[in-house]
T-cell receptor, first 118, second 114 residues
Framework: DGGITQSPKYLFRKEGQNVTLSCEQN?????MYWYRQDPGQGLRLIYY???????QKGDIAEGYSVSREKKESFPLTVTSAQKNPTAFYLC?????????????????FGDGTRLSIL | AQKITQTQPGMFVQEKEAVTLDCTYD???????LFWYKQPSSGEMIFLIY??????QNATEGRYSLNFQKARKSANLVISASQLGDSAMYFC???????????FGKGTRLHILP
């Protein structure tokens, strides 16, 4: 079945440590996204990528980094510069098309990674 | 600026009753899509329903329907005959033809009472 796989489901980070969250999709989608969700809150966009080897900052990119070397993969690194990383992280993907049809493409989400500080 | 507003942080509804979750949006783009997602306590985001800005009829998917009032920039989700399993967080979202960003509202937590 096609879908998005995030791993690990739970992740613990020590102070001063970088950690990487994995996101893989086999939906052949061009666009991929990373969101952060704090308890009881909505989703905030960290980074998104519309094509391989290209990505854009979202609303809260500071302290995070991404890469997009393959269409299927969009890993997120939470760096030590991110002072409050405890949150639920969601990866998503969607079809990216120029022009008229872009607006009707929903995002498909992974099951998320819960990151906590030790 | 593009924006999604959900004014109901939480709602309590008796089982089997219909429920309406409010969503208003703001965009200057004439071509856009509106989406509703359900997030159970387990955390995954489930796509429920989509409405396009040029669609003449309101979208329906099973027990879900979208009350789309374009002039008022409103896209309310209606759940008919609510069930205990409908208890979850619900997010309204918008995507325009401008780029691939999708904007989410802050969500409404729905509690269905037995």
């Amino acid at each position: 079945d096609g879908g998005i796989t995030q791993s690990p489901k739970y992740l613990f980070r020590k102070e001063g440590q970088n950690v990487t969250l994995s996101c893989e999709q086999n939906l052949n989608h061009d666009a991929m996204y990373w969101y952060r969700q704090d308890p009881g809150q909505g989703l905030r966009l960290i980074y998104y990528s519309q094509i391989v080897n290209d990505f854009q900052k979202g609303d809260i990119a500071e302290g995070y980094s991404v890469s997009r070397e393959k269409k299927e993969s969009f890993p997120l690194t939470v760096t030590s510069a991110q002072k409050n990383p405890t949150a639920f992280y969601l990866c998503a993907s969607s079809i990216s098309e120029q022009g008229y049809y872009r607006g009707n493409q929903p995002q498909h989400f992974g099951d998320g990674t819960r990151l906590s500080i030790l | 600026a593009q924006k999604i507003t959900q004014t109901q942080p939480g709602m309590f509804v008796q089982e089997k009753e219909a429920v309406t979750l409010d969503c208003t949006y703001d965009t200057s783009d004439p071509s856009y899509g509106l989406f509703w997602y359900k997030q159970p306590s387990s955390g995954e985001m489930i796509f429920l329903i989509y409405q396009g800005s040029y669609d003449q009829q309101n979208a329906t998917e099973g027990r879900y329907s979208l009350n789309f009032q374009k002039a008022r920039k409103s896209a309310n989700l209606v759940i008919s005959a609510s069930q205990l399993g409908d208890s979850a967080m619900y997010f309204c979202a918008m995507r325009t033809n401008r780029d691939d960003k999708i904007i989410f509202g802050k969500g409404t937590r729905l509690h269905i009472l037995p």
